[in-house]
Structure formats: structure tokens, C-alpha cells
DNA sequence: CTCAATTTGTTCGTATGTATG
DNA sequence: ACATACATACGAACAAATTGA
């Protein structure tokens, strides 16, 4: 079928580590219905252009994860409520962006070396004279999905000191009539963990991650916060209402609207 | 430095290519310069904690992918310029989308057995009568970066079948005065490359990807259009103006604004 | 020019992991 | 389960090129 023997040469990853990861996905997607049983080793075999050994590591290694149970005899088969990914929704409008971290569960970090100023790249206004920086993790139900580092103008910070110790700094900086945005955007990168952040996110180092960077600009042009934010991949989401800007005329009524 | 060998417990992955993939990202965040001298053999060694051989390995790998150059008795240098990443913005109206897909290159794929129907999910609307199915490869520079399956309701296909065949499907829906448009969205998730989409991109099985669906609802609720695309991760980047419904109050006139 | 220090390049031996049939 | 081949990883020793004192 496939000639993944090519791909192993491309790739150098362990052949029954790109099998587990192909027969993962099958069952993540539900290719492969939950309970279900799936194709046996021979037919594997033959569809992976692999030696028999090859693919029981790759189940071995599934089994473990809890997305498979095989039974000598009957066959091996899909777990029956595979995990539900994709469940953090990336907000595309400051509305909802304020709304989805309301509920966050966030715990500050500790940095030693905090940088002194972010490294702007081009339309992300102008630094500020000196700011702050705060790092912290998100969790849902007691597993870290996202990390925080983010570097907050210092004037903006000394305003209410306690409250962006406690609260994330967006819902602060919302509900502050005293903070002029002019803009607020965001990037989004997939890219990969490196030594720090798989600890943090406890995923493998290289596993893949989404980069968010979220810049607010006031009305002098000044950048007063910059987050870089880091996502474990498979938690989530983008949704984007591509025809928005016919819809919402009228607009929702935002403190950011004024100028 | 950083525990490396613990975390290569977790990830199974060969050491050296994920010392390689550390060094890849500080070459490519410019955290090494252009031209700069890397840290010696020794200090690397040092600070991943493996041996001599395997970080030579990861720097093998680097200089065969351009990155590093090294030199005996003088250090190893990061390149001078690293390629340019995520080049390719995804639109994130339909405007933007529409223009931005006029200057594609793509190559029709032959299909043998082309699924009947999409599966819809929630919010996608119903199902047409049935549609034609198409499939595409797109190219920069005679390098792919994105696969694009799509569903099209045959009765639309039907009233330009030519068009079809030569243009980006949503080019010629954009251009036609006879498809009503009531909702367009695009979904985006981080997924990985199975053995087909890993031979047509050109990466590794498993590889991280962007997988972007794109459906299009006329006004009465019938999935129109269903493209299920994918890029490689590092192709893509994706830019939010999180308050866009604020700025165009006025909306730039769009065929898909007619009701 | 020579010497020593630095740094990359090469090789050996050994142990374990990966993959085939 | 076995025999075989090759890849991965370690540590250590040595060779070769570059630099600057």
C-alpha cells in the first residue's frame, strides 16, 4: 500500500514509533470506531510493508496509552472513549477572547532570568520604558495544556499590581476603564517543544505545539503587552466565521472601541 | 542544563534528533545569529548531557539541512540565512481568502476511489445531493505545502465543469453571480502526517501538520462546499485582528453578502 | 616560527535498541 | 524464540586544523 520503508529514510524516526503514531491517529479520528476491532496483524503487516515484530511494538506501545486492548484469539481493538482533543477553542475576537479566560485555572511561575524588554517584530507598535514579566501555566482538570510568558508595560502593571498577581492580565486590562487599545492581534505558528516547555507540558521534546502571540497596542503606539504563548498541539482549536465582518454590523459594545 | 535524557524516556525518539531539533529552533529563532559561532562540542555535550558522538550526529544532521557549517579547529557557525518559515498566511476572511488564492499553483490529483459524501458535523449544515470530488496538491517553488480534498455539490459543478477542472474551486463560486452564500467558516487543528499526506508533502510520517476545513452553507443550509486541506506545519502562520468587527463597520462589498 | 590551547574530526570498544525473516 | 544485521549511545583516546601568544 504505502511505502512507509521510504518515509523511515526520510524521517529516522523508529519505524514502530511512525506505526503507533499513524495507528493512533486511526483511532483519535475514529477511522477505527471506538470498540471496535481492528485489522489483525497480518493485514497490518502487509499494509505497513513491516515485519510482524514491528507492529506488535507499535500495538504494545497503544496498549499502554489505553487506546487498545488486544485478546489473544478474538483480535485487538479500539478503546471505547478515546480522549476528546481540540477542546480549547482559540478566541478571533477580543469579545470572546476576554469571555474563554475568565474561567482560566492558571498558576504563576517563577522566572530567574526574566527578560527585560520583548523583542518586537514589525506592526507591534513601539516599546515601552520598561515592563514587567510574568509566566505562568494554564491546566485543565489538573494537566497543563498552555504556557504564558508574558511581558506586561510597567506603568500599566504598577495601576493595580495585586490584581495581575491574582487575575490574568487580560480580564484586568479589559475591566480597567484607564487602558486605551487601539489594536490587539494575534499570530498563531505550529511549532515545536523544546527542552523547557515539554517539561512544563509534560509532552515529548520536538512534539509539536501551537505558538500564539498576543499584542496589545494603545493609542500612542505603544506595545503594553505582549504574550507568547504555547499550546500543547492537540488541545486546540481554531474556528474562524469567515464572512464576520458582514455579519456584525452593529458590533458588540467594547471598551476597546473607545478611543 | 536541562534533564535531556530523562526526557527522552517519555518521547522515544533517538537522542540526536532531538538534540537536533533543539538546535534547529535556536538557529531558526535567531537566538544563534546568522554567522555566529555555536557553543563548542564540549559545552554542548556539557549542556545536554549526552555524549561527544551524538551531538556531532545532531550537528550532521543541521549542516546537511543547511543551518550549520563547521569548520576543524575554528567552531561551528549557524547559517547565514535561515530559510524564511511561515510564509504562508491563511486568510481569515473571505475577502482576504479569495485574493489569496488567485496566485496559486496546483496540480490536480487523479482519485480512485473518491468517497461518495463528506461526513458533516455539527453546524455544517446538510448534506447536498451529490457531489464531485476533487483533489489537489499545492506548490511554491516546485515544493508542496498543502493537499486539498474537496467536496463540491455536483449540481454547482454542473454549471461550469471546465472552470472547475482549471481554477481553484472557490475562485470560480466567488465569480459566479448564481451561488448564495449564507455561511462560511474554516476550522483549523494541529494534526500529523499519515504515510499518503507524508508522500504527497514531502515530510516525515507523523510529521506535525495544520489541517484546515473550509465549508461553505448556501441559504438553504445545504454544505456546498467541503474542503478538508492540509498544509505542512511550517508553511503556515495565521493572523488574527481580534478587533476587526469593530474596525469595518462599513464591510468591503462581497458577492457572498447578497442574500 | 614555534608552541600550546582550542576546537572539530575520526576511531575503537562496548552495550543496548531496532528491524527483518 | 532465534539468528542476523544495522542503528543508537556512551566514553575515551587520538588526529588535524586554527588561533594567538
Redesign the interface.
Known amino acids: 500500500?504505502?511505502?512507509?520503508s521510504k518515509?523511515?529514510d526520510?524521517?529516522?524516526?523508529?519505524l514502530y514509533?511512525?506505526v503507533a503514531?499513524?495507528m493512533r491517529?486511526r483511532i483519535e479520528t475514529k477511522q477505527w470506531h471506538p470498540g471496535q476491532k481492528i485489522p489483525t496483524l497480518v493485514e497490518l503487516e502487509r499494509e505497513?510493508q513491516v515485519a510482524r515484530v514491528t507492529v506488535r511494538q507499535a500495538v504494545d506501545i497503544l496498549r499502554e496509552e489505553g487506546l487498545l486492548r488486544s485478546q489473544q484469539g478474538r483480535g485487538t481493538f479500539a478503546a471505547e472513549k478515546p480522549v476528546d482533543?481540540?477542546w480549547f477553542k482559540l478566541?478571533?475576537?477580543?469579545d470572546v477572547?476576554i469571555e474563554s479566560i475568565k474561567n482560566n485555572v492558571l498558576k504563576r511561575i517563577k522566572v530567574d532570568n526574566p527578560p527585560q524588554f520583548p523583542t518586537l517584530r514589525e506592526g507591534e507598535g513601539e516599546l515601552a520604558d520598561s515592563y514587567v514579566f510574568l509566566r505562568s501555566v494554564q491546566y485543565k482538570d489538573a494537566e497543563p495544556y498552555g504556557i504564558v510568558n508574558l511581558h506586561l508595560a510597567k506603568d500599566i502593571y504598577k495601576r493595580a499590581p495585586d490584581a495581575f498577581r491574582q487575575h490574568p492580565a487580560l480580564t484586568v486590562i479589559a475591566e480597567r476603564k484607564d487602558v486605551d487599545?487601539q489594536?490587539?492581534?494575534?499570530?498563531?505558528?505550529?511549532?515545536?517543544a523544546?527542552?523547557?516547555t515539554?517539561?512544563l507540558l509534560?509532552?515529548?521534546?520536538?512534539?509539536?505545539t501551537?505558538e500564539c502571540r498576543?499584542v496589545l497596542i494603545d493609542r500612542n503606539n505603544v506595545a503594553i503587552y505582549i504574550a507568547d504563548i504555547i499550546y500543547r498541539?492537540?488541545a486546540?482549536?481554531?474556528?474562524?466565521?469567515?464572512?464576520?465582518?458582514?455579519r456584525?454590523?452593529s458590533?458588540?459594545r467594547?471598551k476597546?472601541?473607545r478611543r
Request: proline share 4%; glycine share 6%.
Open positions: 500500500m504505502f511505502e512507509l518515509v523511515y526520510r524521517s529516522r524516526v523508529p514509533i511512525q503514531s499513524v491517529r505497513f482533543r481540540h478566541a478571533t475576537t477580543w477572547l487599545i489594536h490587539a492581534h494575534q499570530t498563531v505558528v505550529i511549532g515545536s523544546d527542552p523547557a515539554s517539561d509534560q509532552i515529548a521534546l520536538g512534539a509539536p501551537a498576543c498541539s492537540d486546540i482549536q481554531l474556528h474562524i466565521d469567515l464572512l464576520a465582518h458582514l456584525s454590523s458590533g458588540g467594547t476597546a472601541a
